[in-house]
């Protein structure tokens, strides 16, 4: 058992907040996935991430804060931006905003851009966490670059180990995957990532149409993009029905399917289904005895999207 995992006491939350004020890095969870937290004022922390995490390169963290009336002092806003947040905040959805003015200190978090992602989770523990913190919460999935978003405290600790300060543990994270990116820096919404809310919500709340980004996927704007991302160690096929799994692959089903060894969820709920989806992508993982993994059709509606988008990457060739 890992000795850095901290249970939701107000003792342990007053210890995380100090170690963010000191420049330390605490994972703690969302209501999408588990976040690597730094103070997003202190660059030093910042980096200190994007060690922990292995990312090759500086790319641009996510913001969570905890309350709406700070947004506009943090990034640029407008009508639609504050009736997005007034909405749909807390919860799993992202802005990329016009940052405000040049504060020097958040370059790195932004690497460089003149846009800024932020968002308020909706998880009690994350929301106590940045309030006695006193500052925004820089936090990228707390897992190692490319490898399975975490959906327990467990899953950071197996991932970053020693690498972090503390992992607070707030149970498993009910959306389970990573939140939807919206950038609202055009006339246009364009959604970046595919993620917890679904687009149609979003389309349904401001009668407008998102676009769904076609920028190149390998130059992405948002590194969630990259084809080859949340890789589990085994091969991976999508789309598979039951009379066509191989013997040798561990199936996860959906829907009424009847001999896969997991199913995301027994009654075809989508929602259900997100927040199975990375861990049976880490247990199918321990299964040595199998060659590679076979997943069942997911419809393409509703949450469908992102979990697709997620299994379409993990199983990317190369
Ligand atoms: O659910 C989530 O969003 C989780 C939890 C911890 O909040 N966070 C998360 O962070 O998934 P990360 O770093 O794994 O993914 C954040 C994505 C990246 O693809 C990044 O490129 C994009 O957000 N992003 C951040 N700032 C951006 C910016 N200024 N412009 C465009 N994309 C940005
Ligand atoms: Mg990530």
Redesign the pocket.
């Given at each position: 058992m890992n000795t850095n995992i901290y249970k939701h006491t107000p003792e342990n939350i007053h210890k995380a907040a100090q170690t963010i004020l000191d420049g330390g890095l605490v994972a703690f969870p969302?209501d999408?996935?588990?976040?690597l937290g730094a103070n997003v004022y202190n660059p030093k922390a910042v980096a200190a991430i994007f060690e922990a995490k292995g990312r090759p390169t500086f790319?641009?963290?996510?913001s969570?804060i905890a309350e709406i009336d700070f947004l506009s002092e943090y990034a640029q806003t407008d009508e639609r931006v504050i009736a997005l947040a007034k909405h749909f905040w807390p919860g799993?959805l992202?802005f990329?905003l016009k940052r405000k003015d040049h504060n020097p200190s958040l370059d790195l978090v932004?690497s460089g851009?003149p846009?800024?992602?932020v968002?308020i989770?909706n998880h009690p523990l994350a929301l106590e966490l940045i309030k006695t913190s006193g500052v925004p919460i820089a936090?990228?999935?707390a897992n190692k670059f490319k490898c399975i978003?975490p959906t327990t405290a467990q899953h950071v600790a197996d991932s970053l180990g020693n690498k972090v300060d503390m992992i607070l543990d707030g149970g498993p994270c009910k959306i389970g995957v990573?939140?939807t990116?919206i950038d609202l820096t055009t006339p246009e919404i364009f959604m970046?990532?595919a993620?917890g809310l679904s687009k149609e919500e979003i389309e349904d709340f401001t009668g407008e149409k998102v676009i769904i980004s076609s920028g190149d996927p390998n130059k992405p704007?948002?590194?969630?993009q990259l084809l080859k991302h949340y890789a589990p160690k085994m091969p991976m096929r999508i789309n598979v029905l039951e009379e066509d799994v191989r013997p040798d692959e561990f199936f996860i089903g959906f829907g009424n399917v009847k001999n896969a060894q997991l199913n995301l969820s027994p009654s075809a709920n989508l929602n259900e289904a997100a927040a199975n989806l990375f861990a049976y992508m880490r247990q199918a993982e321990t299964h040595t005895e199998y060659k590679g993994i076979a997943v069942s059709p997911i419809p393409e509606t509703g949450l469908g999207l992102a979990i697709n988008d997620r299994i379409r990457r993990a199983s990317f060739d190369k």
């Amino acid at each position: 058992m890992n000795t850095n995992i901290y249970k939701h006491t107000p003792e342990n939350i007053h210890k995380a907040a100090q170690t963010i004020l000191d420049g330390g890095l605490v994972a703690f969870p969302t209501d999408t996935v588990y976040g690597l937290g730094a103070n997003v004022y202190n660059p030093k922390a910042v980096a200190a991430i994007f060690e922990a995490k292995g990312r090759p390169t500086f790319d641009p963290l996510i913001s969570h804060i905890a309350e709406i009336d700070f947004l506009s002092e943090y990034a640029q806003t407008d009508e639609r931006v504050i009736a997005l947040a007034k909405h749909f905040w807390p919860g799993p959805l992202t802005f990329v905003l016009k940052r405000k003015d040049h504060n020097p200190s958040l370059d790195l978090v932004c690497s460089g851009l003149p846009h800024i992602a932020v968002r308020i989770p909706n998880h009690p523990l994350a929301l106590e966490l940045i309030k006695t913190s006193g500052v925004p919460i820089a936090a990228p999935s707390a897992n190692k670059f490319k490898c399975i978003s975490p959906t327990t405290a467990q899953h950071v600790a197996d991932s970053l180990g020693n690498k972090v300060d503390m992992i607070l543990d707030g149970g498993p994270c009910k959306i389970g995957v990573e939140t939807t990116i919206i950038d609202l820096t055009t006339p246009e919404i364009f959604m970046l990532r595919a993620g917890g809310l679904s687009k149609e919500e979003i389309e349904d709340f401001t009668g407008e149409k998102v676009i769904i980004s076609s920028g190149d996927p390998n130059k992405p704007s948002a590194p969630g993009q990259l084809l080859k991302h949340y890789a589990p160690k085994m091969p991976m096929r999508i789309n598979v029905l039951e009379e066509d799994v191989r013997p040798d692959e561990f199936f996860i089903g959906f829907g009424n399917v009847k001999n896969a060894q997991l199913n995301l969820s027994p009654s075809a709920n989508l929602n259900e289904a997100a927040a199975n989806l990375f861990a049976y992508m880490r247990q199918a993982e321990t299964h040595t005895e199998y060659k590679g993994i076979a997943v069942s059709p997911i419809p393409e509606t509703g949450l469908g999207l992102a979990i697709n988008d997620r299994i379409r990457r993990a199983s990317f060739d190369k």
